[in-house]
């Protein structure tokens, strides 16, 4: 390599040098004539490498590749015209490795008088993120799968409990009363179809909040309730609910609030195998609505109170999944309500939904 000039280039002092040297990044400064000024250690290293007393004075198109310093070039005459820094990724020629390159201008008595130049070989680091952003993905793509599964499940059991209610009448012979038995449950096998369409719709567009969601709670409960009649685990349990027709409309789905009665309600009937009583009150309080589903089943225990909102929390191996209370609670806080397990004294379990009205504040 030929002396690109014979002015000497301005030293660093050896503390500046020894700075330079501690940095674990490839860094090299140069002058407004782009003679390299500063080359530190790391810089010295790898196959860009080059030992620093080769290249201290000489100019940047000697020391670097050619199209390193072509693609060099424009960046660092910006910072100087400019007096502003940049910053990009760069790939080495043979693609297997990612840097990441920044340009720094040196400012004295306001001028830029130097660049430092240095990049990062950020390969290892970038293909660990992409490896943690796949598993990130897979874990969710588990959760809504088993979130769907889940959510079906109920309107599922219902279609089945219809068909079955169906084949008896059918077994009967039809008369008009029979045939209008038969009417309601083919409205009935309807609706849970289309309920299941819009409830995989919409939980796989889980970012959806609109705002304009509003439901009829009376009209919500009543619905859950006649659906849960078939359910074989309510055989023994007497409901009873207290829902006054005059009630504001609520700001959430109707489709989400008959799920979130439904996981709570089948929640209390699996407490009470035995059977026993549900309740179901709603009422208007300060700026919404509260809907308290309560039974006089077990209840739950002190010390698994703080788990069972958790995702795949279920003291029913085998039977439960463990997301009924997790996907209901998601439901009402996706539209600013809340979920919540109230303590009392008396037997039982008594979950509340807080809900917003449609159109209102939290
Ligand atoms: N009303 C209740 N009484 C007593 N324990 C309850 C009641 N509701 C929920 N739990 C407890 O909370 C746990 C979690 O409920 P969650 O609805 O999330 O899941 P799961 O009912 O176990 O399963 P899945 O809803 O999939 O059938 C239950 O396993 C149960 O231990
Ligand atoms: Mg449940």
Request: with cysteine; net charge positive; glycine share 10%.
């Amino acid at each position: 390599m030929a002396l690109s000039s014979r002015q000497p280039v301005e030293e660093l002092s050896s503390l500046g040098t020894a700075i330079l040297d501690a940095l674990p990044i490839n860094c090299y400064v140069v002058d407004r004539r782009m003679r390299v000024v500063a080359w530190n250690r790391t810089r010295e290293k790898g196959p860009l490498g080059h030992p620093r007393r080769e290249v201290l004075g000489r100019h940047l198109r000697e020391v670097l590749s050619e199209r390193g310093f072509r693609a060099t070039l424009p960046h660092l005459r910006r910072a100087f015209d400019q007096g502003r820094g940049d910053a990009g990724l760069s790939e080495s020629r043979d693609g297997s490795r990612l840097f990441y390159v920044r340009r720094l201008p040196i400012l004295r008595a306001g001028k830029v008088t130097h660049v430092a130049s240095w990049f990062e070989d950020i390969t290892e680091q970038r293909a660990l993120e992409l490896r943690l952003i796949a598993t990130d993905r897979l874990a969710y793509l588990g959760q809504l799968v088993a979130g769907v599964a889940h959510e079906v499940a109920n309107p599922l059991a219902s279609i089945a409990g219809c068909a079955e209610a169906l084949a008896s009448l059918a077994a009967h012979g039809a008369d008009e009363a029979r045939a209008r038995e038969t009417r309601e449950f083919l409205d009935l096998i309807r609706g849970e179809v289309a309920r299941c369409e819009r409830l995989v719709r919409s939980l796989v567009d889980s970012a959806r909040s609109d705002g304009s969601a509003s439901a009829d709670v009376p009209t919500i409960v009543a619905t859950a309730l006649r659906l849960l009649e078939r359910h074989p685990a309510f055989a023994k349990v007497r409901v009873t609910s207290r829902v006054p027709a005059s009630l504001p409309a609520a700001g959430i789905d109707g489709d989400s609030l008959k799920q979130v009665v439904m996981a709570l309600a089948s929640n209390a009937a699996q407490a009470m195998p035995a059977g026993g009583r549900l309740w179901i009150d709603a009422r208007e309080v300060d700026g919404g609505l509260r809907v308290d589903v309560r039974d006089s089943g077990r209840g739950v225990p002190l010390q698994l109170r703080s788990r069972i909102f958790e995702p795949f929390f279920t003291t029913k191996p085998g039977r439960g999944t463990g997301l009924g209370l997790a996907i209901a609670r998601t439901l009402v806080r996706g539209r600013g309500g809340d979920l919540v397990f109230v303590a009392r004294r008396a037997r039982g379990a008594l979950f509340r939904v807080l809900l917003r009205t449609a159109g209102g504040k939290a």
